[in-house]
């Protein structure tokens, strides 16, 4: 046995034997953290036809010595622990033998974007980050995220590539629903409690590492646009309000946060170097480590490095700013800026390169590797959990009292906007559009034409510009407004029944009109169609609040400052607004 592989030494002694035994390739593998797939059955993939995914995991794993992987898609809970299992036996059977780290992206609310989050699927279902936020209650976070935290253990994953605590400052941005907000106090304190809840008091073998993101905060994005898309790269602080989307970085910080990602976004107009900031000293090494105290890992937000192809088309590397820069000059400006791995990409050859080159001193990238190991051995996967039960997995994600507490908090973040009718009494004739019928026949009887209910039901989502690029579709930009013909149909509706309105709120919608008109109208962040009709129907306590306002108009959205909160004029809701029923 050698000294790492001896669990009765301390981590930094295990380390510096594990480091010491590596050959400059073994190390660069570890500075990659890439994507897998699975198969539905539990094994891992052996074929790629390279539409999402350029290699198999035996090559990632054996050929390339990549540790670091982030799981897409969906599955079941016995499947994702028996893949989580076969992959680590993979990992076992190298020189080596170091086990594999698993992240996710969030995957406990209602979002399906393959590059941002996944629909609960297996596990409890909750209300988006925006519907924590509309609680505002530090205590059902905590709750929330080790609630994250035994489900994730349960069937491998060791790393949550979340919380996102960027303020929700630009109404048209991609990417709110994954934030606590606005409010930069109160996203400090729910922060706190949910690196809590996944990581304890301190890292160890029961802790889920959390990675927040995006340092230094993304929401200023220039027309509200996404930096995955050369587009959307600008991001700008007309405001001067820079160093307040710092505020729950701090408090990440403060919590013990393991892990960090910088953002795609490229500054402009700021002293900061006009270059993700993935690439900037300035911020990673200067701002985050030195001035903030940050000691963790740093991993880069995905795909920075190479051009790929996502769904079959192709997709320029996120490098905005060093864009004239080859893959291992943008590699050696994001490791002499201080990042210690880059996120979604797989070519360690690279760093090969710039060592033998000496362009980057194996010194240098010891420092980041040792970061990486020592987490490894700090949550067990050296040792005891390396491997996880496939029935305990079966058992643990989705468990009861898990799902209760999700529905619980799903139907608490219902916001009351307007209450008009609320709550509805006995069993009105209901005509529901969006709406199960099956679960509405529960609250009432359903008819199938608006003319012969007493009270309508109408769900809705907030507008969006269709893009034509697959990958850009699942992030909603653009216009907040309900466009025609639909709206004149909505409020065709609204006058022909009374018509209780639910609008999911994934970003801050424009609807005057429908505020104007609907007999009640509820936001939801992800809530199930019996959430509603609970709330609706007086069965439950609404309680959430508006966590950020609700503009009146795009022309107030696009004069409005997009790293201030809250800054559009006259908005039809105030942030923070929410009745009681």
Same mark, same amino acid.
């Given at each position: 046995?050698h000294?790492?592989?001896?669990?009765?030494?301390?981590?930094?002694?295990?380390?510096?034997?594990?480091?010491s035994?590596?050959? #400059?390739?073994?190390?660069?593998?570890?500075?990659?953290?890439?994507?897998?797939?699975?198969?539905?059955?539990?094994?891992?993939?052996?074929?790629?036809d390279?539409?999402?995914?350029?290699?198999?995991?035996?090559?990632?794993?054996?050929?390339?010595?990549?540790s670091?992987?982030n799981?897409?898609?969906?599955?079941?809970?016995?499947e994702?622990?028996?893949?989580?299992?076969?992959?680590?036996?993979?990992?076992?059977?190298?020189?080596?033998?170091?086990?594999?780290?698993?992240?996710?992206?969030?995957?406990?609310?209602?979002?399906?974007?393959?590059?941002?989050?996944?629909?609960?699927?297996?596990?409890?279902?909750w209300?988006?980050?925006?519907?924590?936020?509309?609680?505002?209650?530090?205590? #059902?976070?905590?709750?929330f995220?080790?609630?994250?935290?035994?489900?994730?253990?349960?069937?491998?994953?060791?790393?949550?590539?979340?919380?996102?605590?960027?303020?929700?400052?630009e109404?048209?941005?991609?990417?709110q629903?994954?934030?606590?907000?606005?409010?930069?106090?109160?996203?400090g304190?729910?922060?706190?409690?949910?690196?809590?809840?996944?990581?304890?008091e301190?890292?160890?073998?029961?802790?889920?590492?959390?990675?927040?993101?995006?340092?230094?905060?993304?929401g200023?994005?220039?027309d509200?646009?996404?930096?995955?898309?050369?587009?959307?790269?600008?991001?700008?602080?007309?405001?001067?309000m820079?160093?307040?989307?710092?505020?729950?970085?701090?408090?990440?910080?403060?919590?013990?946060?393991?892990q960090?990602m910088p953002?795609?976004?490229?500054?402009?107009?700021?002293?900061?170097?006009?270059?993700?900031?993935?690439?900037?000293?300035?911020?990673?090494?200067?701002l985050?480590r030195e001035?903030?105290?940050?000691t963790?890992?740093v991993?880069?937000?995905?795909?920075?490095?190479?051009?790929?192809?996502i769904?079959?088309?192709?997709?320029p590397?996120?490098?905005?700013?060093?864009?004239?820069?080859?893959?291992?000059?943008?590699?050696a %400006?994001?490791?002499?800026?201080?990042?210690?791995?880059?996120?979604?990409?797989?070519?360690?050859?690279?760093?090969?390169?710039?060592?033998?080159?000496?362009?980057i001193?194996?010194?240098?990238?010891?420092?980041?590797?040792?970061?990486? #190991?020592r987490? %490894?051995f700090?949550?067990?996967l050296?040792?005891? @959990?390396?491997?996880?039960?496939?029935d305990e997995?079966?058992?643990?994600v989705?468990?009861?009292?898990?799902?209760?507490?999700?529905?619980?908090?799903?139907?608490?973040?219902?916001?009351?906007?307007?209450?008009?009718?609320?709550p509805?009494?006995? @069993?009105?004739?209901?005509?529901?559009?969006?709406?199960?019928?099956?679960?509405?026949?529960a609250?009432?009887?359903?008819v199938t034409?608006?003319?012969?209910?007493d009270?309508?039901?109408?769900?809705?989502?907030?507008?969006?510009?269709e893009r034509?690029?697959?990958?850009e579709?699942?992030?909603?930009?653009?216009?907040?407004a309900?466009?025609?013909?639909?709206?004149?149909?909505?409020?065709?509706?609204?006058?022909?029944?009374p018509?209780?309105?639910?609008?999911?709120?994934?970003?801050?919608?424009?609807?005057?009109e429908?505020?104007?008109?609907?007999?009640?109208?509820?936001?939801?962040?992800?809530?199930s169609?019996?959430?509603?009709?609970?709330?609706?129907?007086?069965?439950?306590?609404?309680?959430?609040?508006?966590?950020?306002?609700?503009?009146?108009?795009?022309?107030?959205?696009?004069?409005a400052?997009?790293?201030v909160?809250?800054?559009?004029?006259?908005?039809?809701?105030?942030?923070?607004?929410g #009745?009681?029923?």
């Amino acid at each position: 046995m050698h000294p790492y592989q001896d669990a009765t030494r301390p981590v930094a002694e295990r380390v510096e034997d594990l480091l010491s035994r590596m050959t #400059l390739e073994e190390k660069a593998g570890q500075l990659f953290h890439s994507m897998l797939m699975m198969n539905a059955d539990g094994t891992p993939v052996t074929e790629t036809d390279g539409s999402m995914l350029p290699f198999t995991t035996g090559e990632l794993v054996e050929g390339r010595h990549l540790s670091h992987f982030n799981l897409l898609g969906t599955y079941g809970a016995r499947e994702m622990a028996l893949w989580h299992n076969a992959v680590q036996e993979m990992a076992a059977n190298t020189r080596l033998g170091i086990p594999v780290s698993l992240s996710t992206d969030p995957r406990h609310a209602f979002t399906d974007n393959v590059g941002a989050s996944f629909n609960a699927g297996a596990f409890s279902a909750w209300p988006e980050a925006l519907g924590l936020a509309a609680i505002g209650d530090p205590e #059902l976070v905590f709750r929330f995220a080790d609630t994250v935290r035994r489900e994730y253990l349960a069937v491998g994953f060791r790393t949550a590539l979340h919380p996102q605590i960027d303020l929700a400052t630009e109404p048209r941005w991609a990417r709110q629903s994954g934030t606590f907000g606005s409010d930069a106090e109160l996203t400090g304190e729910l922060v706190r409690a949910y690196v809590l809840g996944l990581q304890g008091e301190e890292l160890g073998p029961d802790s889920v590492a959390a990675m927040v993101k995006h340092f230094p905060g993304g929401g200023p994005q220039k027309d509200g646009e996404d930096p995955h898309f050369a587009h959307g790269k600008e991001q700008i602080y007309p405001g001067g309000m820079r160093e307040h989307h710092l505020e729950p970085f701090k408090a990440a910080i403060a919590a013990g946060c393991s892990q960090m990602m910088p953002y795609y976004g490229q500054p402009i107009g700021t002293d900061w170097e006009e270059v993700g900031f993935g690439f900037s000293k300035g911020v990673v090494t200067g701002l985050l480590r030195e001035e903030l105290g940050f000691t963790g890992i740093v991993c880069t937000d995905w795909g920075l490095l190479t051009d790929s192809v996502i769904f079959g088309e192709p997709h320029p590397a996120r490098a905005w700013g060093v864009e004239h820069l080859n893959v291992a000059e943008r590699a050696a %400006k994001s490791l002499e800026a201080g990042s210690d791995q880059f996120g979604g990409e797989q070519c360690p050859e690279v760093i090969v390169e710039l060592v033998g080159s000496g362009r980057i001193s194996e010194a240098r990238v010891d420092e980041s590797v040792r970061r990486l #190991l020592r987490e %490894k051995f700090v949550l067990g996967l050296f040792d005891e @959990r390396r491997y996880v039960d496939p029935d305990e997995a079966a058992e643990t994600v989705g468990r009861a009292d898990f799902t209760a507490a999700g529905a619980a908090a799903q139907r608490r973040s219902l916001t009351v906007l307007t209450d008009g009718p609320l709550p509805v009494r006995g @069993r009105p004739r209901l005509y529901v559009e969006n709406v199960d019928a099956a679960v509405a026949a529960a609250y009432g009887e359903v008819v199938t034409e608006p003319a012969g209910a007493d009270l309508a039901v109408l769900r809705l989502r907030t507008p969006y510009e269709e893009r034509p690029n697959r990958f850009e579709s699942f992030f909603h930009s653009g216009s907040l407004a309900f466009a025609e013909p639909e709206l004149t149909r909505i409020l065709a509706l609204l006058a022909t029944v009374p018509t209780v309105v639910c609008v999911n709120l994934e970003r801050p919608a424009v609807l005057p009109e429908i505020a104007e008109h609907a007999a009640a109208l509820i936001a939801d962040y992800g809530a199930s169609d019996e959430a509603l009709l609970d709330v609706a129907f007086g069965r439950a306590t609404p309680e959430g609040r508006l966590p950020f306002e609700l503009p009146r108009s795009m022309a107030a959205v696009a004069a409005a400052r997009p790293d201030v909160p809250n800054d559009t004029v006259d908005p039809v809701f105030p942030h923070g607004h929410g #009745l009681s029923l």
